[in-house]
């Protein structure tokens, strides 16, 4: 049996064709695999992680509004955020600095809106209207951009020398005002007239 240059060509060719095939059909079973990976672990874990943050965020004139701290913080692909020891300050010149600060901070909106929780801590520096106030409670709702605080739980509030206690409060430091939900109880330091 004689063998031809012709098939000797002919097979060399077919063996190339399987040859390819099987790569390519090597290269996407893996290619999928990462990829199927890759999502499930994007959903799960956090795109970036950073230890001892200051952001600074800005009016649109330039002018510095606030700036956030914390010991350390992750955030996902979805928006979620979430914080140690998160810390926010406002920074206006015309306006009293307002201070909050708790264990853990959570926003799932890309922060328009933050959930302080554990010994949380919110204070407003006094000016020649108000007197310097402070009020703490287990738990927070933050809204950043209007400066509206808010929580269900217990409160106490150190106005001054002035202590009141309650269930739930509405702080609007726009305004200037805080409400107490409920259960309100009040005492007052005397005034010096």
Avoid: C
């Amino acid at each position: 049996m004689k063998v031809y240059l012709r098939d000797r060509i002919t097979a060399g060719l077919g063996i190339g064709v399987l040859a390819a095939v099987a790569a390519m059909s090597y290269y996407y079973s893996i290619h999928t695999e990462v990829e199927a990976l890759r999502a499930e672990i994007s959903r799960e874990a956090p795109d970036f992680t950073s230890t001892n943050i200051a952001l600074t965020q800005f009016r649109p004139d330039g002018q510095a509004e606030r700036r956030i701290f914390a010991d350390y913080a992750e955030h996902y692909e979805d928006g979620r955020m979430t914080s140690v020891r998160p810390r926010l300050v406002t920074l206006l010149v015309d306006e009293p600095q307002v201070k909050a600060s708790a264990d853990t901070g959570i926003s799932t909106n890309s922060g328009e809106t933050v959930n302080f929780t554990g010994n949380v801590v919110v204070t407003r520096a006094g000016d020649h209207n108000n007197a310097p106030m402070r009020f703490e409670s287990d738990q927070l709702t933050v809204f950043p951009d209007t400066q509206i605080f808010e929580t269900e739980a217990p409160v106490r509030l150190v106005n001054g020398a002035d202590v009141t206690t309650g269930i739930g409060l509405t702080f609007d430091n726009v305004e200037r005002t805080v409400h107490i939900h409920s259960n309100v109880k009040s005492s007052f330091a005397p005034r010096n007239e």
